[in-house]
């Protein structure tokens, strides 16, 4: 997919206005709803009108402090879509990746801090961060998109190597990662799977073409999916844990384990004879490189696929948003609509 590269004034931009924000004042509080200086755009960097915006576990995490590097105020914000010299665009969120495909340089990060993000009427980012959104997606769909599916497309396809046919398990599935990866891997004709500790969840995710699913609250719930797939050649998971241990013994031969997250806290009491005796791999992976999101847009736009919302709010409703994320309540992205 092309990057919009159209060239703005040789000087500094300032829309000369006030905009409104939602900008985090201190560790634990609300996020303030309020007006703030617009951003202002140097040669390299554009000014997008922001339509809307998507949150991420990130954006929770930091509230709570949780996340290196907080400074404040900051307006948080990874994902989101709006206008950009007259046409509809999607953010890339990636900040100084580095030259190399591998992995992430010292100096990477990602849109919402420490630069202000895009939970705002206006954001600034590198011109090569603009890119075309797709035209089968609405805005807020678009907005859903470019974080977790950037997560998504590097574990499943630079990562585990995921080949038509293949079974695949998503571990989590209702965050927006795991969906992703979902929908991802149908599209690219693997066999999925998937697990929650939610059943309406996996209902859902069945109705969305995986297979079956199981609930890892459920004893055995590991043995009973292995008896219907017949064990998974990929997994992709974000808690790891205690579980972690389980994955890994429901894995075929060759398999390859992802993994973007620890929310399940430290890996504990893997077994290695079963990991090289498997010819197991496994793959520790976050976000991805400019190069992998324009591959993911591309992939998208293919196979026409749809991001799942789960709740739209108003940008001054923001806070019930973060409060419904952090009770792990969607099932899909979390979207703010901003500006008409």
Avoid at 18 to 27: D, G, R, S, T
Avoid at 63 to 79: E, F, H, M, R, V
Wanted: some cysteine; hydrophobic content about 40%.
């Amino acid at each position: 997919m092309d990057i919009i590269l159209n060239s703005i004034p040789k000087k500094n931009v300032s829309l000369g206005k006030k905009m409104n924000a939602l900008v985090l004042q201190e560790k634990g509080k609300a996020l303030d709803y309020k007006k703030v200086d617009t951003p202002v755009a140097t040669e390299s960097e554009g000014i997008v009108a922001v339509k809307a915006a998507a949150l991420n576990h990130r954006d929770v995490w930091i509230t709570k402090g949780l996340y290196p590097g907080i400074a404040y105020p900051i307006i948080l914000g990874s994902d989101g879509c709006g206008i950009y010299e007259g046409q509809e665009v999607i953010l890339n969120p990636n900040i100084n990746w580095g030259e190399t495909e591998a992995y992430q340089s010292a100096q990477y990060h990602i849109l919402g801090l420490p630069t202000n993000g895009t939970f705002a009427e206006y954001v600034k980012v590198g011109k090569d961060k603009i890119h075309p959104k797709p035209a089968h997606l609405t805005m807020e769909e678009a907005a859903a998109l470019p974080l977790s599916g950037l997560t998504a497309y590097r574990a499943l396809f630079t990562k585990c190597q995921l080949k038509v046919g293949e079974k695949v398990l998503i571990s989590g599935v209702g965050g927006g990662v795991a969906l992703f990866a979902c929908q991802f891997a149908i599209a690219a004709g693997a066999e999925v799977y998937v697990s929650s500790s939610d059943n309406d969840k996996i209902a859902k995710a069945v109705s969305m073409g995986a297979v079956a699913g199981g609930n890892y609250r459920m004893a055995d719930w590991t043995k009973a999916l292995v008896a219907k797939a017949g064990g998974f050649d990929v997994v992709i998971d974000s808690a790891g844990g205690d579980g972690f241990k389980d994955l890994v013994k429901m894995c075929n031969p060759g398999g390859r384990i992802a993994f973007y997250g620890g929310t399940r806290g430290k890996i504990t009491d893997l077994n290695p004879q079963i990991i090289f005796w498997k010819q197991l791999s496994l793959y520790g992976t976050t976000m991805g490189s400019d190069h992998e999101f324009s591959e993911m847009l591309a992939f998208v736009e293919q196979h026409k696929i749809v991001p799942v919302v789960d709740t739209v709010y108003k940008l001054s409703e923001g806070n019930a948003a973060f409060e419904k994320m952090d009770r792990g309540l969607q099932f899909g992205k979390l979207v703010l609509s901003i500006g008409d």
